[in-house]
């Protein structure tokens, strides 16, 4: 089964631009794969249509848990398992176990969401993401468009509509099964033999 | 980026309708206060029994009569609310500058109109010394420092050198001196801003700002322990500095939101748009958690070490049958409730949500000042009648007018800032 993909990138060198492009292709019903750009650039989600992450959620309930472990933890401990006395206090005294519970709640949120995020971006070492356009950490903004998914346009339609909404150059980028493997047997044999300063493949 | 040019030559006019809803309110709070100090007066026995006892005990203190005690007492703690508010404005203002903030250019001027109040509330706060110094501070009582009377307090005593009535006086006037002429430098510069522009104000401004933001650092503490802490003379809490102030940045930037939020409903402030809001909510989202970190800071070290002399005035509240809901309430109102309600980003971008938790974290923190002051000068005699609800109204009527009057008499926005552009770009 082919799975290597094809994707018409245009690069614009203005946000505002950029902004006005990005708008005028959705008008057209042609889905946006991705937009990189070197810096962030407001309102870009909004035209991008995307809609509110679900991290803050995922924040919330790792700190009712994180909350729940701390509570349940010091009450089993001081309370259950071995009661000390503590200056004089009662061996369950909640003002105590505030700081605890309070920390616990905090580190689990924070722990939870690196988690979250690095579990649902696919983030890892070993991971090779496609590069688009090395210029887009550098000055330019690139929009991607992939052409499986919009396989109602020709490739020339897709240029035009680029071209039309302001991109000063429309390229073609193909990505190969090979060249984004992410295996680890290869990153860790790229590590030994090349260092962790150099990378594991060419970039273009 | 829909925004472009908008009308940033607003005015806000102080209509003849408000002017007269701002006077109905102080009226019907002077109403409510004269019905409050009738009932004490003709409305028979004080509801507990507890009264009768602090009753003899304070008659041997030769003081006022209760109601009189009770008027002051509200009187103070209005003060100290109101006061807060204002200084709040300054300090916020003097911040933004400091922090080169560019999101709330077109909040500055509704920030610094709060200022305005402070001439006014140090006058006051004088006035009711001047009456209430007896009632109110046990410390200003002379036989305390005199070694041959029987009540002879040698901890009060050994405390003379700071807390004596002219010092006590010079610092307070110092004090609203200093932060008004600072209140006043800061306005008079940002309106030559707006009149002749240039960076050259804008420089000055952080300047002076950063000159306020020393002296309040240090002022705000020593008038939290001056006007409040020395109620109780013998108690002390080197925490309580921070959290005066930590309860008047709440109360203060509730107050600037809401302020924010009802001109936006009057049709002025057309640039401020939701992520403005949003900022503003998270402020007193975070200063709500700052308050409760402090008091619960406070709190949990005299708990944990349990010293007497430390521990008395969470007794006074916590083991009196009429003061001990109160701490919980108070919790409720100025933690779990603006914690809670402006949690999510909606309601943080929602002017009906901003409306509700702010009116709710202004009640709390002025019943945050109301628990610091009325256990230790009125014992168990203190109350929450006509008096407590009608007062503040009086107060919150001559303020908002002080405050909406010299809104009035400025341009809304400040249309020389050199960061007003960013702040009508602003984006969160």
């Not at chain 1, 605890?100 to 983030?123: H, I, K, N, Q, W």
């Not at chain 2, 029994?49 to 009569?65: D, I, K, L, N, P």
């Not at chain 2, 006590?168 to 200093?178: E, G, H, N």
Request: proline letters at 3%; hydrophobic letters at 50%.
């Amino acid at each position: 089964m082919e799975k290597n993909k094809h994707f018409i990138t245009g690069v614009f060198s203005d946000h505002s631009v950029l902004l006005s492009a990005v708008k005028k292709i959705r008008e057209k019903n042609i889905k946006i794969h991705e937009v990189f750009t070197p810096y962030p650039v407001h309102h870009l989600e909004d035209a991008l249509g995307y809609k509110r992450s679900w991290m803050p959620k995922a924040a919330f309930l790792f700190g009712i848990t994180g909350t729940t472990c701390a509570i349940l933890m010091q009450v089993l401990m001081l309370g259950v398992d071995w009661p000390m006395i503590i200056g004089g206090k009662p061996f369950i005294s909640i003002p105590d176990f505030v700081p605890v519970s309070f920390e616990m709640t905090v580190l689990f949120a924070a722990f939870g969401m690196v988690g979250t995020f690095f579990f649902v971006r696919d983030l890892k070492p070993y991971k090779v993401p496609r590069v688009f356009d090395r210029r887009s950490t550098d000055d330019k903004h690139i929009v991607a468009i992939d052409l499986v998914a919009n396989n109602e346009k020709t490739q020339d339609e897709l240029t035009s509509i680029l071209q039309e909404s302001g991109a000063e150059e429309v390229n073609t980028r193909n990505f190969t099964d090979s060249d984004n493997e992410a295996s680890f047997v290869k990153y860790v044999v790229d590590l030994f033999s090349n260092g962790v300063t150099s990378s594991s493949r060419s970039l273009s | 980026m829909e925004i472009v040019a908008q009308n940033i030559d607003e005015k806000f006019s102080f209509s003849p309708k408000l002017k007269k809803q701002v006077f109905i309110i102080g009226i019907v709070g002077i109403i409510l206060s004269i019905i409050g100090i009738l009932v004490m007066n003709f409305g028979g026995h004080h509801g507990h029994e507890a009264g009768h006892v602090a009753e003899h005990a304070m008659a041997e203190h030769h003081g006022s009569a209760d109601w009189v005690k009770r008027l002051f007492a509200n009187l103070w703690i209005n003060n100290l609310f109101f006061t807060g508010l204002s200084i709040i404005g300054v300090f916020f203002f003097a911040v933004q500058y400091v922090a080169n903030a560019g999101w709330s250019v077109i909040l500055l001027r509704v920030i610094s109109s709060f200022g305005r109040f402070l001439p006014i509330a140090g006058v006051l706060m004088l006035v009711v010394f001047f009456f209430a110094s007896h009632d109110l501070f046990h410390w200003t009582h002379d036989y305390l420092y005199d070694e041959a009377h029987p009540e002879y307090d040698p901890i009060i005593a050994g405390k003379a050198p700071f807390l004596n009535t002219p010092f006590y006086l010079t610092r307070m006037i110092a004090f609203f001196t200093v932060w008004s002429i600072f209140a006043f430098v800061l306005r008079k510069n940002a309106l030559s801003e707006d009149a002749n522009g240039g960076t050259k104000y804008y420089r000055r401004l952080v300047r002076i700002s950063v000159g306020f933001l020393i002296f309040f650092g240090v002022s705000s503490s020593i008038s939290a322990w001056d006007w409040i802490m020395s109620i109780d003379t013998h108690w002390f809490s080197t925490m309580f500095g921070w959290y005066v102030f930590a309860s008047w940045f709440v109360s203060g930037l509730a107050g600037i939101t809401l302020l924010v939020v009802l001109l936006k409903d009057w049709g002025y402030l057309k640039p401020v748009t939701e992520n403005h809001l949003h900022d503003l909510g998270k402020f007193v989202f975070a200063f709500s958690i700052f308050w409760t970190y402090i008091w619960f800071s406070q709190f949990l070290l005299i708990y944990y070490a349990n010293i007497p002399e430390e521990t008395v005035y969470f007794w006074e509240r916590l083991k009196s049958d009429y003061y001990s809901k109160f701490i919980f309430v108070n919790l409720f109102l100025n933690f779990f409730f603006p914690f809670l309600g402006l949690m999510t980003r909606d309601a943080k971008r929602k002017i009906t949500f901003l409306k509700i938790v702010c009116v709710v974290v202004l009640i709390g923190h002025w019943l945050d000042f109301y628990l610091m002051v009325t256990p230790g000068t009125l014992k168990e005699l203190g109350g929450l009648g006509f008096l407590e609800i009608g007062l503040p109204m009086v107060y919150l009527s001559a303020f908002a007018y002080v405050v909406l009057s010299g809104l009035s008499k400025v341009a809304l926005i400040p249309k020389n800032h050199p960061m007003l552009e960013e702040s009508l770009y602003h984006h969160t």
